[in-house]
């Protein structure tokens, strides 16, 4: 299925300053390369600002001069003790890292590329005013240009905190006053849980409020996650902007977006969320600062999981706090949870190798079965939902052979495998253990098929078979 590619261009919490976050997002059935030649415009959303062109900058040139230390590396190598590239991905399955755009052949300079890929980028999508998430829009904002104007979306308190405190002809021009033409519009979604806004030709979203700690005035300080559609594809991604867990705000807020993704979850059209996890757990008297550790994002992941496996009637429940441990019956198999806003600390540790390993344990605990992956500065993620396909129907149990659900799953599965073997070089792409349980679920299942209708041959599948041995 095709689904996102993100580029992280910050995935920090701070408090350096250079890489915080900020999220590009494509629709994985277009490339860069196709973007930037056909000057594609609103396939190319950013989420928050804190970090853009800078960053965007250093990733293209890593790849056009093929740097030897990548600029992921250089932020993982400010800890001596931190896990390698591939070990912030915990599972094989579900979501392919790559380190580059694809960019090298246009023989452009990585300014040139990092202007042009800033201009058809029209379309932002901002969580907060905090300045870890809009730093770049200022700063980056004298680049616009009026033929490549962008419109700026956010609720009305975040809308109304960039045009009062940055836009404001004092900490930087108020260039929203440019009407004609337009140079930079800040446009206020609505406040709705139910409808979704359309933002450009390409995306939809639906705008969720979350509680992210207090102001120095002891007043709630809010967020918004964005639950962002494709609207060619159908398929969604739920970004978040920096929260605190529903037992902390004593609201219940998220558990209303986990209520309303289930029905995507359970169809296949989400498959991937990305949620910020600030620091490794902590003492139960610290401050968080309304923030999520691994125990907290773990407590609102089993409050996912309860609301999924719900029947019927659906009943207000309250986020089940981290118990004992024992096994319990997952509807989260394969999901994608991406991290994000990890805060530097003082240590030779990094704490994004410390969060991953307390998240894996509690996961193992709980035998949740949830893909985590840390999210790097500088690489980029191809989310797939092949693998949570294939584990939806291996637990499906009224599903029989023959049927039109049948049909329909073998068919999908057949459009994806033709996808994945477009985009890779299957010699140099080994396939994963993945592709061998597709075939045996298929097997299992009774369901018919060759192997010509996948576009392989007997040989391929025995050298693949010794490969991955
Ligand atoms: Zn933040
Ligand atoms: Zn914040």
């Not at 770049?136 to 104007?149: C, D, F, H, K, T």
């Not at 359309?198 to 102001?215: A, D, E, W």
């Not at 920096?242 to 289930?262: A, C, G, M, P, Y």
């Not at 939902?385 to 023959?402: A, E, P, Y």
């Amino acid at each position: 299925m095709h689904t996102f590619e993100i580029t992280v261009l910050g995935s920090s919490g701070g408090p350096l300053e250079g890489s915080t976050c900020s999220i590009l997002v494509k629709p994985s059935n277009i490339t860069y390369e196709e973007i930037i030649h056909n000057k594609v415009k609103d396939c190319l959303a950013v989420i928050d600002a804190g970090s853009f062109m800078g960053k965007l900058c250093d990733i293209l040139n890593d790849e056009i001069y093929q740097n030897p230390v990548s600029l992921t590396q250089r932020l993982l190598n400010n800890y001596t003790d931190t896990l390698t590239l591939g070990q912030f991905k915990t599972n094989e399955n579900g979501v392919v890292v790559k380190s580059e755009l694809g960019l090298r052949s246009l023989g452009m300079s990585p300014m040139e590329l990092t202007f042009t890929i800033q201009e058809l980028a029209n379309t932002y999508l901002i969580t907060h005013s905090h300045l870890d998430h809009v730093l770049a829009l200022g700063i980056n904002s004298a680049a616009y240009g009026s033929s490549y104007p962008k419109q700026v979306y956010g609720l009305p308190l975040t809308i109304d905190g960039l045009q009062d405190h940055i836009f404001n002809d004092v900490l930087w021009p108020d260039l929203t006053s440019i009407k004609d033409p337009k140079f930079l519009q800040l446009i206020k979604l609505q406040e709705s849980t139910e409808q979704y806004q359309q933002i450009n030709s390409r995306y939809r979203t639906i705008p969720f409020i979350l509680n992210h700690g207090k102001k120095t005035t002891a007043e709630p300080f809010l967020s918004t996650s964005f639950l962002i559609e494709d609207i060619e594809t159908n398929q969604h991604v739920l970004i978040f902007g920096d929260v605190e867990s529903d037992q902390d705000s004593n609201e219940t807020r998220n558990l209303q977006i986990w209520k309303f993704i289930k029905p995507l979850v359970r169809t296949g059209k989400l498959n991937t969320i990305i949620i910020e996890c600030s620091t490794p757990n902590v003492l139960p008297d610290e401050p968080l600062f309304g923030h999520l550790t691994p125990n907290s994002l773990f407590a609102e992941l089993l409050s996912l999981n309860s609301i999924l496996l719900e029947t019927g009637e659906e009943t207000t429940r309250d986020s089940q706090s981290i118990g004992t441990g024992d096994d319990i019956e997952s509807a989260l198999k394969g999901l994608n949870i991406l991290i994000t806003h990890v805060k530097e600390r003082k240590s030779p540790i990094d704490p994004k190798k410390v969060i991953l390993s307390e998240l894996n344990e509690l996961n193992r605990n709980f035998g949740l079965g949830v893909n985590f992956v840390m999210l790097l500065t500088g690489q980029t993620y191809l989310v797939d939902d092949l693998i949570f396909d294939v584990q939806r129907w291996n637990k499906s149990d009224n599903v029989t052979t023959g049927s039109d659900d049948n049909q329909t799953f073998f068919n999908g599965l057949l459009s994806d495998w033709r996808w994945i073997l477009g985009k890779f070089n299957t010699q140099d792409q080994p396939f994963t253990s993945d592709i061998f349980d597709i075939f045996r679920v298929l097997f299992l299942q009774g369901v018919q098929f060759s192997l010509e209708q996948f576009g392989l041959s007997v040989d391929l599948l025995q050298e693949t078979w010794l490969r991955n041995l």
